[in-house]
């Protein structure tokens, strides 16, 4: 909080309501709105993340980030004249008194901001809920097939709405988390790519991070302030991930220093890495079964979604040893981006190309996961 009766250091005439976490400046709540959208807005220019006429998903959770993602996107693309065709889009993974709550929190938005809402579900999409995947693999290991399964649902919904490029809301203390986990377990080839503000440019579905350099604690005092709608309950799973401890580290490196979250996002911009470590990135193509972008034949997502329908919780998950002793990944394991559709350019391919092994039989005549209509045709309209 600023001193009692400090002034503004931006308009030196109104009382200071806040001191900036991200530069300890004292400002008032009209001062604090006007710098924080600008520097939004000088993020998406001078990274030319968006071009007139696009149609983009704005990735929504109900969550602050996501819920303050769609309210400046809204206002500076009529303020400063993007030309962009904005919708909302929301994965429901089936967690029950999380996400059927947050889901209510975007529809509000979708009525307050004007922008059309599509849903797309796990269930839909994969025939299983996050709640009934938990059931079966219990809480270790929960967040890398959530993960996975999101991430291509995101693309699988964005190909449904017609979207040219999606946009989230992941921030710059989620940027950094993301550089140290990657030094953590020295993924060179991911940690070489974490930090981009932009993937898959070159390919037909593009994701963009226009909170990059926004601080976590700057998007809570906008929506504080602003008195936004937002959801702020934690996934009842959160709890057992990793990226917990190095969230805890990011928050004491803060405290110490204000500008250690955008240091550690710009140093993770200026490594250089061997040509050797660059050989070691895994060359993209496309899934043998769904089509979407992967590293091996089969994506993580199918591999994963096989060991479900099987019985087989712990395929694509566990490792085993090879002849030598040296730990060997399994089919999908080494996915480039944590899976299929790994926001780098997916194949827009909706329907799964051959039914996965041994399925499991599902209500509905579900093959493979993903809901088939009679002659095999598969279904995966997105619910509203």
């Known amino acids: ?38 520097e939004v ?11 007139p006429g696009e149609r983009v998903a704005v990735a929504a959770s109900g969550g602050k980030d996501s819920t303050v993602l769609a309210h400046v996107m809204t206002t500076l693309n009529r303020r400063h004249n993007y030309g962009l065709d904005l919708l909302l889009l929301s994965i429901d993974e089936g967690i029950s008194g999380y996400r059927d709550d947050s889901l209510e929190t975007v529809k ?18 994969y025939g299983w809920t996050m709640d009934e ?49 990657n030094m953590l377990r020295g993924d060179v080839p991911r940690l070489g790519r974490c930090a981009n503000i932009s993937t898959g440019e070159d390919s037909c579905l593009p994701r963009v991070k226009p909170f990059k350099y926004a601080y976590e604690k700057e998007i809570v005092l906008y929506a504080y302030y602003k008195k936004l709608d937002y959801f702020s309950t934690e996934c009842v799973y959160a709890p057992f991930a990793a990226r917990g401890f190095a969230r805890e580290l990011i928050k ?7 500008l250690a979250i955008v240091d550690v996002v710009r140093s993770a911009e200026d ?55 040296a730990p060997v990944l399994e089919v999908g394991e080494g996915e480039a981006g944590a899976g299929a559709g ?6 827009p391919r909706v329907a799964v190309a051959e039914p996965r092994a041994e399925p499991r039989a599902k209500e509905g005549g579900q093959q493979g996961g993903l809901r088939t209509e009679p002659g095999g045709a598969v279904a995966t309209g997105a619910a509203t």
């Open 342 to 347: 790994a926001g780098v350019g997916a194949v």
């Open 108 to 125: 509000r938005n979708e009525a307050q901001y004007g922008i059309p809402l599509t849903v797309v579900s796990y269930k839909q999409l």
């Open 133 to 181: 995947i938990v059931a079966q693999i219990g809480n270790k290991s929960n967040c890398t097939f959530c993960g996975v399964f999101r991430r291509q649902a995101l693309d699988r919904g964005a190909v449904l709405v017609g979207a040219s490029k999606i946009a989230t809301g992941h921030n710059a203390d989620d940027v950094a988390e993301t550089v140290l986990l």
């Open 271 to 325: 490594f250089v890495f061997a040509a050797a470590a660059e050989e070691r990135l895994p060359s993209p193509r496309s899934c043998d079964r769904c089509g979407y972008l992967t590293s091996q034949p089969v994506c993580k997502a199918c591999v994963l979604l096989e060991g479900l329908n099987r019985g087989l919780p712990r395929l694509g998950v566990s490792r085993t040893r090879g002849r030598q002793g």
């Open 41 to 51: 807005h000088a993020t998406i220019t001078s990274h030319g993340l968006f071009k």
């Open 1 to 38: 909080m600023p001193p009692r009766g400090a002034t503004c250091q931006h308009c030196k005439e109104a009382r200071a309501v806040l001191s900036r976490p991200k530069t300890r400046e004292n400002v008032c709540r009209e001062c604090f709105f006007a710098a924080f959208e600008a």
């Open 252 to 258: 004491d490196l803060e405290a110490a220093r204000p």
